[in-house]
């Protein structure tokens, strides 16, 4: 049984279901009346069913809900076990925080989540016939960039149609979405109908495959590279500052390192190295992506899991092998852009060119140099991208708790500095990695991770390892921010909004 029949009996009442053109709505901005009028409900009616349906949680007559009754209340409501959203229920409810839901916190949510879930069946109600067609459902999905076929639609018609007549009508989407914690956007909306909407085979019930597929996912990519190399190109003479002072065995000095970047290059020097680094973007993303969903796949058939409901722990794993395997993939061009980056400091002459210093490296050390310092940069992925992941939620709740008002979820603006700061810090602790990758690098003679390590810490001392942490923290902030700021713009110019 599917969720929307679970809040039906507590409290929810069936309406006479109305055919299109059968209201007006009301001028003015949406309000209060207008989910009245589309639900044809008094408003008494509507109080009683919100105190009913707060009876219904609060089973033990407390006068308030804990997380235990609202994990136990959708429980009782059929929501499937692999997507219990207590605990984000709870939280959005929980406006004072204070540990528990009152009346007048629950009305509040109940009061928003409506108006909020009026505004969207407004928009994809297109028409204003006071119903949703499967036609107005699939050409709001599609503008989401989200590909869905006949049989999908239909199923998802289905699911929430109640009456099975073909359309849906603000009620039955009401019913559907109510307790729904998340921002109702079209692309969340389609998200939470994949995760409950279970399809009966006899004893057993599954979760429908074929889904979440993007019709412009190529444009998505195609924003997240220039993105990428914009972001890369306006932080690449910080990147060949960091790089220049991991490999100074002397007292490492910005002043010194940038008078030397400019008497061998003038501006053209910062940038040296930063066509292969533009170069590795869209290769090293698209391994990443689709190894990232072999990996999610494997996972998920080996733990009898749908890939969307393979874990946190499982996730980061995924992400962690497909980081490595798209970084061994490219990674020659990364030592050969160290090369380029370091040559002319270490050997007083003008650098040769990537053709020529490519073959000078096969030549003299064999094809084996090309993946110097390769093991300690594999080393650093999962640590980085873990203590990255817990840093990162770790600050969006703080930020929910002491930010952001009430129930309301991080923006764009509190998302970007949670990951900034949550990156700083993953960088920091695998940085000594880092160090000792690009010594390898730049090193022409033969030697290993734990070779460089000893003779840096023996020779230079245990500071040595974080030389160039300074530039290297110095790009984060522009990074993130010129990332974003470029893919939202190439989004627009590729109508992905």
Sequence with gaps: MSSHHGVEHVGLPTQMKSKQGSFKKPPGPVSMDHVLLALRETREERDL???????FFDSENAGYLDFAQIEKGLIALQIPSGYKYAKELFRVCDANRDGRVDYHEFRRYMDDKELELYRIFQAIDVEHNGCISPEGLWDSLVKAGIEI??????RFVEHVDKDNDGIILFEEWRDFLLLYPHEATIENIYHHWERVCLVDIGEQAVIPEGMSKHVKRSNYFIAGGIAGAASRTATAPLDRLKVLLQIQKTDAKIREAVKTIWNQGGVRGFFRGNGLNIVKVAPESAIKFYAYELFKNAIGENMGEDKADIGTTARLFAGGMAGAVAQASIYPLDLVKTRLQTCTSQAGAACPRIGTLTKDILVHEGPRAFYKGLFPSLLGIIPYAGIDLAAYEKLKDLSRTYILQEDAEPGPLIQLGCGTISGALGATCVYPLQVVRTRMQAERTRTSMSGVFRRTISEEGYKALYKGLLPNLLK??????????????????????
């Excluded at 076929?149 to 239909?154: C, F």
């Excluded at 990074?479 to 989004?491: D, L």
């Design 49 to 55: 069913r919100i105190r009913s349906l707060f009876s």
């Design 476 to 497: 984060v902030v522009p990074a993130a921010s010129i990332t974003y700021m470029v893919y939202e713009a190439m989004k627009k110019s590729l109508e992905l909004d």
């Design 149 to 154: 076929n006949d049989e999908e639609l239909a």
